[in-house]
């Protein structure tokens, strides 16, 4: 079964969804999906609060993957990014994983799109260049370093050679969290 379909089916946003009483292979009822989910949530909790916090906009799950990738973060710090922010590491910290989760939870439901392709990941029948082909355009390099730049004082070049890989790090980590949770979960459902 596939993550988001699970999660649809405990917390529907439309009323068209039927379940069985039957638990064959391949038919689940809603309590067999939030045990699973459970399940999920013991092995994988980093990965399905990214998951929860950007397809259901759940709150509490958007401040538990904060957490946890904040513990990421100070673990995986790079020694110049530790260096330059001394004073203001918690800060600096709260805030680049504050906009890491913003920016890994956009779906094409978001109130702002500023994608051509208007959520569809196409334009003109070809693959959008901008989002490539997921709806959603990342925010740029320059608004996260103006944004950044407001706690400390970096220079355009620091945050090129450090501190956007660093952004770029996390990203990847978010991704690959969700991926081994939808791993996961099939694993447990299959």
Request: glycine fraction near 4%; include cysteine; hydrophobic fraction near 40%.
């Amino acid at each position: 079964m596939i993550l988001e379909y699970a999660i649809t089916m405990v917390d529907p946003k439309s009323v068209n969804l039927l379940f069985t009483a039957s638990t064959t292979k391949g038919q689940f009822t809603k309590s067999d999906v939030m045990a699973a989910l459970g399940i999920l949530q013991s092995r994988c909790p980093f990965g399905l609060s990214l998951t929860l916090a950007k397809y259901q906009k759940d709150k509490s799950s958007r401040e538990r993957a904060l957490s946890i990738l904040k513990q990421e973060c100070n673990a995986s710090i790079p020694y110049y990014v530790r260096k330059k922010s001394a004073k203001k590491l918690n800060i600096v910290i709260h805030t680049i994983c504050n906009l890491v989760i913003n920016d890994y939870s956009r779906t094409a439901d978001t109130v702002i799109l500023p994608c051509r392709c208007r959520g569809r990941g196409l334009v003109n029948g070809n693959v959008c260049s901008r989002c490539n082909g997921n709806g959603i355009r990342k925010i740029s390099s320059a608004k996260i370093y103006n944004l950044m730049i407001r706690i400390l004082d970096i220079e355009k070049t620091a945050w090129v050679r450090y501190w956007k890989p660093f952004y770029d790090e996390l990203i990847a980590k978010c991704e690959v969290a969700e991926s081994e949770a939808a791993k996961e979960f099939k694993k447990i459902t299959d």
